[in-house]
């Protein structure tokens, strides 16, 4: 079973794939930041930077997703 850090991990990088995160955005940074290094240093400002991010780190969402590299 996963710990939480892992849970909440995964649960925000399923957020990146909504269509609308502006409601939400202000929210997921804060999280961020409260899970402190090297997450509260991460600077974002679009979505898909977030999710390069994570896709980085190795982090999936829920389901196990995996984010794709930026298109070159």
Known sequence: MSDDRTILLQFIASLT???HMGDVS???SDVLKK???PYDS???DEWHDLSERFRQ???TTLN???FSPPDE
């Open 17 to 19: 794939l909504c269509d």
């Open 26 to 28: 202000n929210d997921v």
């Open 35 to 37: 899970l402190g290094p």
């Open 42 to 44: 991460w600077e974002w």
């Open 57 to 59: 780190a190795g982090i």
């Open 64 to 66: 196990g997703t995996e």
